[in-house]
T-cell receptor
């Protein structure tokens, strides 16, 4: 069982649809991440929120829009996606205490997204 | 930025045999090192971590890793593998609070 919960587990959407991926953690972690992972590849960082503020945006296309409503929740809003956006989207959290840089990432099980 | 190298993309090994998965990273003043395992259709699960202290780190499922600063390596080992160890293994490095760098992964296949 993972302490980071992602919904839905699977999502199929057309290129004109709007959908959202959701992530929740109750470990008190203050950093939350979105990663994209293609088959047999390592996770690619998309966004990082630190203390509910966007701290890293890895030049992700604007059709992906992150949102962090509070310290436990992280959303990824999807609009006008392309078939090449089909992938496993992973949420992760960590608890980097200010001045201490060694907390590991805790991952959810991901959302398997297929864009048709 | 750090770079992480996992030279072996695929490692087949017979059941109950020992295994070593290699990981090398680019040098830095101080780094934190991690090994993750990913089973099919799941997220990444932390196997073990090196933050400081003893260079030999023990993790879950009987895995261990040794931090070697002079060789900038953090190889993962298990003395006797099981079928259930078949999975993708990722080495990761962090040198700041929010940045993690992943290797390309090693696919471990345990043969009955």
């Amino acid at each position: 069982d993972t302490e980071v919960t992602q919904t839905p587990k699977h999502l199929v959407m057309g290129m004109t649809n709007k959908k959202s991926l959701k992530c929740e953690q109750h470990m008190g972690h203050r950093a939350m991440y979105w990663y994209k992972q293609k088959a047999k590849k390592p996770p690619e960082l998309m966004f990082v929120y630190s203390y509910e503020k966007l701290s890293i945006n890895e030049s992700v296309p604007s059709r992906f829009s992150p949102e962090c409503p509070n310290s436990s929740l992280l959303n990824l809003h999807l609009h006008a996606l392309q078939p090449e956006d089909s992938a496993l989207y992973l949420c992760a959290s960590s608890s980097p205490t200010r001045g201490q840089d060694n907390s590991p990432l805790h991952f959810g099980n991901g959302t398997r997204l297929t864009v048709t | 930025a750090q770079s992480v190298t996992q030279l072996d993309s695929q490692v087949p090994v017979f059941e109950e045999a020992p295994v070593e998965l290699r990981c090398n990273y680019s040098s830095s003043v101080s780094v934190y090192l991690f090994w993750y395992v990913q089973y099919p259709n799941q997220g990444l699960q932390l196997l073990l971590k090196y933050l400081s202290g003893s260079t030999l780190v023990k993790g879950i499922n009987g895995f261990e890793a040794e931090f070697n600063k002079s060789q900038t390596s953090f190889h993962l080992r298990k003395p006797s593998v099981h079928i259930s160890d078949t999975a993708e293994y990722f080495c990761a490095v962090s040198d700041t609070g929010n940045q993690f760098y992943f290797g390309t992964g090693t696919s471990l296949t345990v043969i009955p």
